[in-house]
């Protein structure tokens, strides 16, 4: 079995290990819509720096209405695309590879920062907000209505991810992430929670999967033959009857024959007020399910340490581990579970004079 700190090859790109850093919108941009800035940049180079092996941006939109709020990093336009180039080569500067989520929020689009003091749940549009869209006429919980997609929409979303996936590689990112988790426009028409549609698009678990395979197909195409595809799954909504982990597995599958290379699964998401019964690595074995029908997985949630990171992949349940809020508690947590694991890993020269020796 591979361990924690070894590299990892997908297609002809290697990544130098296994512990990378999950999406994490910053809802930080300012003055030009979607476009990073120096906290980006900041942000995702800390852990370039602090020795994780793929840094992945935050949910970054593929459209201005795909984003979750106005304040979402975008690569719709040419200017976004610019100002991803310089936190990429920065990442490149520092070993790591730098990776970017593609996302369209649909109903969940136009939502106050989470943060924020300006309110809650959907921004007006006469305060900025803008009309959603999804599969179904139907709110997430005290949001605001969307609109159905038509035929039109839906292409027009394929069609937007695809030109993402261009300016993404033209920006210098080495892996492309398509986010169809955490119930956002591809999870929407997944679930059967939240898509009601009677078209191609609704109904059996073809045609629910329909857009999303369409979006894996337009990307694949554009993107270079060397890099990698991966897809964010929810691999349960935590509720009889809506998605789970065999429909996940299935879907996978479909992706990979169209070229998808490697699956970063998540849950939840689709709907409100569900409970979902948290504990350390809680997400794993749906990982390790996926992983076990024949596709390659990480797992993400509740992974806070050296020896429990190191455990997901010596003992084969995922190929790699994504890390979120522990990264956010300590940049370097990279460099600190090799040291605490006994694996030699160059740090920045900077830092040097930090390294513990043994
Ligand atoms: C997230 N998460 C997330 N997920 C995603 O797919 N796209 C995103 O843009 C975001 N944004 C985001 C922001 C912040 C501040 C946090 C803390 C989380 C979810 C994240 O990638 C991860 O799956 C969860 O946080 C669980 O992992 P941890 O935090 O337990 O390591």
């Not at 300012?30 to 840094?55: E, K």
């Not at 169209?258 to 997400?283: E, K």
């Not at 920045?348 to 020796?357: H, N, V």
Request: proline share 6%.
């Amino acid at each position: 079995m591979p361990q924690l700190f070894d590299p990892i090859t997908i297609r002809d790109l290697t990544i130098p290990n296994r512990l990378w850093i999950a999406p994490m919108c910053q809802y930080s941009v300012t003055a030009r819509d979607g476009v990073p800035t120096d906290w980006h940049l900041m942000h995702l180079g800390q852990f370039a720096a602090g020795g994780f092996g793929l840094v992945i941006s935050e949910a970054a939109a593929i459209s201005p209405e795909g984003r979750i709020s106005p304040q979402d990093a975008g690569i719709w336009n040419d200017e976004q695309r610019d100002a991803w180039r310089r936190i990429t080569a920065f990442i490149t500067e520092q070993g790591s590879v730098p990776g970017i989520q593609l996302a369209h929020a649909g109903r969940k689009a136009s939502t106050f920062a989470p943060w924020g003091t300006d309110g809650q749940g959907s921004v007006p549009i006469e305060d900025g907000g803008w009309s959603t869209v999804a599969p179904s006429p139907e709110a997430f919980p005290g949001y605001a209505v969307p609109e159905a997609l038509d035929d039109e929409g839906i292409d027009r979303v394929v069609d937007d991810f695809r030109a993402a996936a261009v300016r993404s590689v033209d920006a210098g990112f080495q892996v492309i992430e398509l986010h169809a988790a955490h119930g956002y426009l591809l999870h929407q028409f997944l679930s059967p929670l939240v898509n009601h549609r009677e078209d191609g698009y609704g109904g059996s678990l073809e045609n629910r999967a329909k857009l999303l395979l369409r979006v894996v197909e337009a990307v694949r195409e554009v993107l270079p033959a060397g890099l990698p595809l991966f897809v964010r799954f929810s691999a349960t909504d935590w509720v009889d009857d809506g998605w789970d982990e065999h429909q996940t597995a299935t879907v996978a599958a479909w992706c990979a024959e169209r070229g998808a290379d490697f699956f970063d699964i998540s849950t939840g998401g689709a709907v409100g007020g569900v409970r979902i019964p948290l504990s350390p690595g809680y997400q794993v074995p749906f990982a390790a399910h996926i992983g076990s029908t024949g596709v390659d997985t990480s797992a993400v949630g509740l992974i806070t340490d050296a020896q429990q990171a190191a455990a997901i992949v010596a003992d084969g349940q995922a190929e790699a581990v994504m890390v979120a809020r522990e990264a956010l508690r300590d940049p370097h947590f990279a460099l600190r579970a090799a040291t605490e694991l006994g694996v030699e890993v160059a740090w920045p020269g900077q830092y040097e004079r930090a390294k513990p020796r043994t």
